[in-house]
């Protein structure tokens, strides 16, 4: 997927544990008069540069929470947050301004542009407040990305005298004046009819070619498939996108609970994660990298039946069929990241969801179909 390729990758990048967004055990409760509301129970959330993704929830999920907690408008009651290697909860409210300023170019529903200032004076004022450029320089600056966004011509009017379309690209521009590497937008095209809100997203889709890192806010289905990963908030808690998009009969609570039951695991390049002769029945999510299935020629040689990537699954043989006509999985050139789902998790979702047993069903058959024709072909590939 191309969000995944990190073009941009940096020396920080390679390092494994390092992601452009990071939240770990995030939680908000808000206090209410009804008492404390949790509006974000334990999130975990990663994004790596280049990714584009949307956010997607019913309203009151806790999506603008989210993104509060992300451009540190709003901070959590307990958990880490950490942007581009920065942990924002060190940060006093002075030092967190300017480190928005710099590394998070923040979009919202109802634009916010000033309305005494002018077009140009709007999408200055963070260069401004950042003191970043020289004062020639911000001019040009902000010329070109209003050209960018394509309103230049309306660069010395008020916000009033322009459409929606064109103010949502104002707050674009403005967002983009620092040169942060991370947009987050919270509902960005709600506020516009269809055909403007499509112009708005094919500009966020040439920013992350350009290497921009985009989170996005969206009640919009169909934007929401064009993205590289869509993150699914339910109750305050992150639904995982990969099991949502494997088994898209699940309710939102199953998805919830067996989200919980995930664990992560890695693999190193060609270390193998189940073994023909071992019975370790879980289901296996790739999340990062590839895997390999190697199964034996009757000659005992061993050839490749299959190669799986992100979003695909396997062990799931193992834990409907017992031991018969498995493979070894290994890892690929690049190792691989998983998220395993236990025996007895899996099997009470499908338990519990009898159109996933079948959809699972149907998978066991082909993969088995697969293997015996990689068996009697016995040629790798
Ligand atoms: P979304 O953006 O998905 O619609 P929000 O993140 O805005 O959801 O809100 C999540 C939940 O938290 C909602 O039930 C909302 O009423 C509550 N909430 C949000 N902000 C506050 C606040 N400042 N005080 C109390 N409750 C809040
Ligand atoms: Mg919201």
Redesign the pocket.
Known sequence: MFGRKRKNSTAVAENDNYHLIDLSGVVKN?Q?PAGP?T?LKDVELRVDPGEFVAVV?K????????VNMITGIDRPTTGHVVIGGTAIENLSEGQLAAWRGRTVGVIFQFFQLLPTLTVIENVMLPMDLCNMYSSRERVTRALHLLEQVDVAEQAYKLPSALSGGQQQRVAIARALANDPPILVADEPTGNLDSKTADAVYALFESLVAEGKTILM?THDRDLAQRVTRTVV?ADGEVIEERLANLFPALTSEQLVRATRELTPRRFAADEVILHEDHDPAALHIITRGSVRAWVRTPSGEEVVAATMGPGQYFGEIELLHGGANRATIRAGQQGVELAVLDDDAFTALLAESPETREAVEAMVDERLRENTAARSNGHAH
């Open positions: 808000y209410t509301f509006a929830g309203s009151g999920s806790g999506k603008s929470t989210l806010v908030i």
